[in-house]
């Protein structure tokens, strides 16, 4: 496509529970981004990919978040065990590599109650 | 930590007129800085940068001045129009390599007719 595309665009789920975040990134680019976005927050770094590969997943906040990106494209957001406050905003963004500047999704809206 | 500062939440301008959105850091070893703009529900999207080497830069109504010494960025918009009411965040480039982008916490601007 065109742009982005993350899906679902919002997602309401209950605590405990686990969620499945989709982003299908511009075609042909390599570089895939997550960052979440709180409230009255700007966005922060979650994972960055590489091709197939997390080439810095040093903003993961814990072990219950994980992303892959089996194939080099579409890539998934994984949360186990959701808490209230993973409620936020997850965003997406895709770069055709360093010097070239992102493009973002318009984000999933996550919401733990 | 907040490594980028933007101490006002938010901002109201009369068409027409100047706006004006501030950014501090932190760290001195940034030195890729850019502005995103982000409309209610859609992700943000790439407005200007300024690499370190400059203190100005300008596109069409917007520039973007850095002050090195300060560690202060500006964006100046003029004239404000009303399609320009949106959220503005400052971001910086913190590992060059894989392009990490460490964002503020935005400015929400409104343009009065």
């Known amino acids: 496509g065109a742009g982005v595309s993350q899906t679902p665009s919002n997602k309401v789920t209950e605590k405990g529970k686990y969620v499945e975040l989709r982003c299908d990134p511009i075609?042909?680019?390599?570089?895939l981004y997550w960052y979440r976005q709180s409230l009255g927050q700007g966005p922060e770094f979650l994972i960055y990919f590489q091709g197939t590969g997390a080439a810095d997943d040093s903003g993961l906040p814990n072990d219950r978040f994980f992303a892959v990106r089996p194939e080099g494209s579409v890539s998934t957001l994984k949360i186990q065990r959701t808490e209230r406050g993973d409620s936020a905003v997850y965003l997406c963004a895709s770069s055709a590599g360093p010097n070239y500047g992102y493009t973002f999704g318009s984000g999933t809206r996550l919401t733990v109650v | 930590d907040q490594q980028v500062k933007q101490n006002s939440p938010s901002l109201s301008v009369q068409e027409g007129r100047i706006s004006i959105l501030n950014c501090d850091y932190t760290n001195s070893m940034f030195d890729y800085f850019l502005w995103y703009k982000k409309y209610p529900a859609e992700g943000p999207t790439f407005l200007i940068s300024i690499s370190s080497i400059k203190d100005k830069n300008e596109d069409g109504r917007f520039t973007v001045f850095l002050n090195k010494s300060a560690k202060h960025l500006s964006l100046h918009i003029v004239p404000s129009q009303p399609g320009d009411s949106a959220v503005y965040f400052c971001?910086?480039?913190?590992?060059?390599?894989?392009?990490?982008?460490?964002f503020g916490t935005g400015t929400r601007l409104t343009i009065i007719p």
């Open positions: 971001a910086t480039i913190s590992n060059f390599g894989n392009e990490k982008l460490t």
């Open positions: 075609s042909g680019h390599t570089a």
